[in-house]
């Protein structure tokens, strides 16, 4: 069953134009691993983050550093938690995450589908 849905859209231009403004955001946003990555791919990053966040309700209290965005060796992207969203998802019976991410003409885009059980 679906527990929860998040989309969300980052402009990359102005994503990069406020990392440049607010150096620490990316200290704030991102793992060590997430920082290493374009700007385009952080982007897509955060619109991953923003998705996860309102697929799990938008709750307050969750860590940015409590969801990590991953890759496969064949680039798959999933989402790894701990901390806080860990926490969250276990709250909501969370069994699987789905993660799609895309950035193209300027946008990024991310979406994230929570499956699980009910209680």
Same mark, same amino acid.
């Given at each position: 069953?679906?527990?929860?849905?998040?989309?969300?859209?980052?402009?990359?231009?102005?994503?990069?134009?406020?990392?440049?403004?607010? !150096?620490?955001?990316?200290?704030?946003?991102? &793992? !060590?691993? /997430?920082?290493?990555?374009?700007?385009?791919?952080?982007?897509?990053?955060?619109?991953?983050?923003?998705?996860?966040?309102?697929?799990?309700?938008?709750?307050?209290?969750?860590?940015?550093?409590?969801? /990590? #965005?991953?890759?496969?060796?064949?680039?798959? !992207?999933?989402?790894?938690?701990?901390? &806080? #969203?860990?926490?969250?998802?276990?709250?909501?019976?969370?069994?699987?995450?789905?993660?799609?991410?895309?950035?193209?003409?300027?946008?990024?885009?991310?979406?994230?589908?929570?499956?699980?059980?009910?209680?």
């Amino acid at each position: 069953m679906i527990v929860g849905v998040g989309i969300d859209v980052v402009d990359v231009r102005r994503f990069a134009e406020t990392l440049e403004r607010t !150096p620490g955001l990316a200290v704030r946003v991102f &793992t !060590p691993a /997430e920082r290493a990555r374009s700007v385009a791919s952080q982007a897509a990053r955060f619109a991953a983050k923003e998705a996860l966040a309102k697929a799990l309700g938008a709750p307050q209290g969750l860590l940015w550093h409590d969801a /990590e #965005v991953v890759s496969d060796a064949d680039g798959r !992207p999933w989402l790894e938690v701990r901390g &806080t #969203v860990k926490a969250r998802c276990e709250h909501l019976n969370v069994e699987t995450m789905h993660l799609s991410l895309s950035h193209d003409a300027g946008v990024a885009s991310a979406i994230v589908i929570l499956e699980g059980t009910t209680r």
